[in-house]
């Protein structure tokens, strides 16, 4: 008769970042881990971008993943080996320790990806992202994934959105930029990474123009976008949804196995005190 096979040893993991208290992070990678049995812990620190590569260089072999938020996506490209996705975004939130080569990778962009899918909308032709910052740029990419030919981005300051223009060309996309106040054309998917407040002024005329209307924001929850595109028969997405299909990823990545995203739903959804869906 065979022996058991040894138990997984223990490993830590945790997020960085700056303000890092309120993250959701923990909570839904334990309860990943208690779903798969493992004896890991996931922490979270307050960490900034000078401080970065000190803190990852005084880890010790017991550590193998962390999650970055801002502001240090950026600077974790330069952690490791970079995954071609990440390389494209030109932003990382991903990092698996090892002591034969850290390898950095982008979950941002297969969470979103994950949650439109998992809403029904498997691929999307036209596509509105509000805002031009740096989650922006993960959003075109997502876009591009989920088969979009065309994208608007919609921004206070349209300059800043002509960044995109030469991603949006590498990806194939057709990119139109406009100004915030601009009419909004009839999307499949809209997608908002603007700032708590910043959408609520025109929540009706962007709630209607999307089948899909995803709000990057979380808690509060629901903000006046998502109540809009609820009560107009849309789709509606939350932050929590991208943050559970990043997480279930980074998972995936740091343990090796595999977790389903309702575990990870259910515990963040506990954690902010809902009882329904997001």
């Not at 080569?101 to 962009?109: E, F, P, Q």
Request: charged fraction near 20%; glycine fraction near 10%.
């Amino acid at each position: 008769m065979s022996a058991a096979p040894p138990p997984d040893p223990a490993r830590r993991c945790a997020v960085l970042g700056s303000p890092i208290e309120h993250s959701l992070s923990p909570v839904l990678h334990q309860s990943a881990y208690a779903k798969l049995g493992l004896d890991w812990s996931y922490g979270r620190y307050e960490v900034t971008e000078p401080e970065l590569p000190g803190f990852v260089a005084g880890l010790d072999p017991s550590w193998r993943g962390l999650s970055l938020t801002m502001p240090l996506k950026v600077a974790a490209l330069g952690l490791g080996k970079v995954d071609e996705l990440a390389a494209l975004v030109g932003a990382a939130n991903t990092v698996v320790l090892d002591p034969g080569g850290n390898r950095v990778y982008n979950t941002d962009v297969g969470g979103l990806v994950s949650a439109v899918v998992g809403a029904g909308a498997e691929r999307v032709d036209r596509v509105t992202i509000l805002g031009a910052g740096a989650t922006a740029r993960s959003s075109l990419v997502s876009a591009a994934r989920l088969g979009a030919s065309r994208v608007r981005v919609v921004a206070r300051t349209p300059a800043k959105a002509e960044r995109l223009r030469p991603l949006a060309e590498s990806l194939g996309v057709e990119l139109e930029v406009a100004d915030w106040l601009a009419p909004l054309p009839v999307a499949d998917l809209v997608v908002s990474t603007v700032t708590a407040g910043s959408a609520d002024d025109r929540a009706d005329e962007i709630a209607a123009s999307g089948a899909v209307v995803f709000d990057a924001i979380y808690d509060p929850w629901p903000t006046p976008l998502a109540e809009a595109a609820k009560a107009a028969g849309r789709t509606v997405l939350s932050g929590l949804d991208l943050l559970v299909g990043q997480a279930v990823l980074q998972v995936e990545l740091m343990t090796g196995r595999q977790v389903e995203p309702a575990v990870l739903m259910s515990a963040g959804r506990t954690a902010l005190g809902r009882a329904g869906p997001a």
